[in-house]
């Protein structure tokens, strides 16, 4: 295994995390739970510094005032993969 292999893994293990923060993040929106349990605030720090400015970039668009449904998980999924498949070929590339 080289190290190009080693860094695409640790990139896939934290883009899954991230993905999967996400996807729990919307299942907790839609439940009545206690946002002061510890798992919650996890899960939120781990996503609100991507869900947050994907949340005030959709604001400022001219569909996003008045939106009902929050669709800043699916963009942030959409963001991560492109984000996700230019890292792993710029580090295939290099190594």
Same mark, same amino acid.
Do not use: H
């Given at each position: 295994?080289?190290?190009?292999?080693?860094?695409?893994?640790? /990139?896939?293990?934290?883009?899954? /995390?991230?993905?999967?923060? +996400?996807?729990? $993040?919307?299942?907790?929106?839609?439940?009545?739970?206690?946002?002061?349990?510890?798992? +919650? $605030?996890?899960?939120?720090? /781990?996503? @609100?510094?991507?869900?947050?400015?994907? $949340? $005030?970039?959709? @604001?400022?668009?001219?569909?996003?005032?008045?939106?009902?449904?929050? #669709?800043?998980?699916?963009?942030?999924? #959409? +963001?991560?993969?492109? +984000?996700?498949?230019?890292?792993?070929?710029?580090?295939?590339?290099?190594?």
């Amino acid at each position: 295994m080289n190290i190009a292999d080693i860094l695409v893994s640790a /990139l896939s293990i934290f883009y899954q /995390l991230l993905t999967f923060a +996400i996807l729990i $993040r919307c299942i907790i929106s839609w439940l009545p739970l206690d946002r002061n349990n510890f798992i +919650i $605030r996890v899960v939120y720090a /781990l996503t @609100e510094p991507i869900l947050g400015p994907v $949340r $005030r970039l959709i @604001e400022k668009s001219p569909l996003g005032g008045g939106m009902i449904i929050d #669709f800043s998980p699916v963009i942030a999924y #959409f +963001i991560l993969y492109f +984000i996700y498949t230019i890292l792993i070929k710029i580090i295939y590339s290099i190594f």
